[in-house]
T-cell receptor
Framework: DGGITQSPKYLFRKEGQNVTLSCEQNLNHDAMYWYRQDPGQGLRLIYYSQIVNDFQKGDIAEGYSVSREKKESFPLTVTSAQKNPTAFYLC?????????????FGSGTQLSVL | AQTVTQSQPEMSVQEAETVTLSCTYDTSESDYYLFWYKQPPSRQMILVIR??????QNATENRFSVNFQKAAKSFSLKISDSQLGDAAMYFCAYTRGYNNNDMRFGAGTRLTVKP
């Protein structure tokens, strides 16, 4: 079945450490997104990519980095510069160039600070 | 910037009854798209229903329907014959549409279904 796979499900970060969250999709979607979800808040966009080898900052990109070397993959690195990384992270994808297309989501990664 | 407001942090409904979740949004655009997403305890977001602003007819999907009031910028979700499996967080979302990088989400409403 087509879908989005995020790993790991739970991740712990030590002080000063960079960690990478994986996101893989087999939906043949061009566009991929990373969202952060905090309790009591809606999803906020971190980064997005409309095509391979291109990505753009979202509303809260500081302290995060991404790469898009393959259409299927869009990993997110939470760097040591992100001072409040504890949150639930969701990866999503959509078909590019289609108006009002819905997002498909992965099952998320819960990141906590040790 | 477009904003989406869900004024009900929590709602509860008796099984088999009907419940309405509220959503308002702010935009100066005339063409846009609205969504309701469900986030069950598994935390994977699932699309419930989608509305195109240029369509006057309210969208329906089985037991789920919306009341779209464009002039009032209101987009409420009605769940009929509520089931235990409907218990989840529900998020309202807005996008202008061509590329979803401008999608905005409300803070969510937690729905509890009582047996």
């Amino acid at each position: 079945d087509g879908g989005i796979t995020q790993s790991p499900k739970y991740l712990f970060r030590k002080e000063g450490q960079n960690v990478t969250l994986s996101c893989e999709q087999n939906l043949n979607h061009d566009a991929m997104y990373w969202y952060r979800q905090d309790p009591g808040q809606g999803l906020r966009l971190i980064y997005y990519s409309q095509i391979v080898n291109d990505f753009q900052k979202g509303d809260i990109a500081e302290g995060y980095s991404v790469s898009r070397e393959k259409k299927e993959s869009f990993p997110l690195t939470v760097t040591s510069a992100q001072k409040n990384p504890t949150a639930f992270y969701l990866c999503a994808s959509s078909a590019r160039g289609r108006v009002g297309e819905k997002l498909f989501f992965g099952s998320g990664t819960q990141l906590s600070v040790l | 910037a477009q904003t989406v407001t869900q004024s009900q942090p929590e709602m509860s409904v008796q099984e088999a009854e009907t419940v309405t979740l509220s959503c308002t949004y702010d935009t100066s655009e005339s063409d846009y798209y609205l969504f309701w997403y469900k986030q069950p305890p598994s935390r994977q977001m699932i699309l419930v229903i989608r509305q195109e602003a240029y369509k006057q007819q309210n969208a329906t999907e089985n037991r789920f329907s919306v009341n779209f009031q464009k002039a009032a910028k209101s987009f409420s979700l009605k769940i009929s014959d509520s089931q235990l499996g409907d218990a989840a967080m529900y998020f309202c979302a807005y996008t202008r549409g061509y590329n979803n990088n401008d999608m905005r989400f409300g803070a969510g409403t937690r729905l509890t279904v009582k047996p």
